[in-house]
């Protein structure tokens, strides 16, 4: 069964630009405990790459996070070009990715309900309704 190139190709991005962040930005400037490289869909032409970027915490400097990231994307590329042997060197776009935050917002009702559940009468403790006819 033959594995898909493109698959493999937003395999080999995704983890290189995790690395090329630590070189690009190892100076400051950004958290990057906080950043994580979730998925990388590229173009068949291999000439555009779309990076999606979660960010833990940092609520009100996402943007700024991003113009960082977008500020700082030739560098990236230059990297991912010294270190990926590929016909063309995608040009990457970041976009924020909120996959993971609405996955811990599902996760956090769940506990909730779970937790109330705990609280609730057991079904044989249950009075029955005044207006059942037994």
């Known amino acids: 069964m033959p594995v898909n190139r493109i698959e493999r190709v937003n395999a080999l991005l ?4 995790g690395e090329a962040l630590f070189h690009v930005f190892a100076g400051g400037g950004l958290d990057l405990a906080a950043v994580t490289v979730t998925r ?20 009100h400097e996402r943007g700024s996070i991003l113009q960082k990231l977008h500020a700082r994307h030739a ?10 042997h590929l016909k063309y060197t995608p040009k990457l776009h970041f976009v924020l990715d909120t996959s993971i935050e609405k996955g811990d917002r599902v996760l956090d009702v769940l506990a909730h ?7 609730a009468p057991a079904a044989g403790d249950v009075p029955p309704c005044p207006d059942d006819p037994q």
């Open 40 to 59: 990388v869909e590229t173009a068949r032409n291999l000439r555009h790459a779309t990076v999606h970027i979660s960010l833990l915490g940092h609520a």
């Open 14 to 17: 995704r983890r290189e630009i």
């Open 75 to 84: 560098a990236l590329q230059a990297l991912i070009n010294r270190d990926c």
């Open 113 to 119: 309900l779970d937790a109330g559940a705990d609280d």
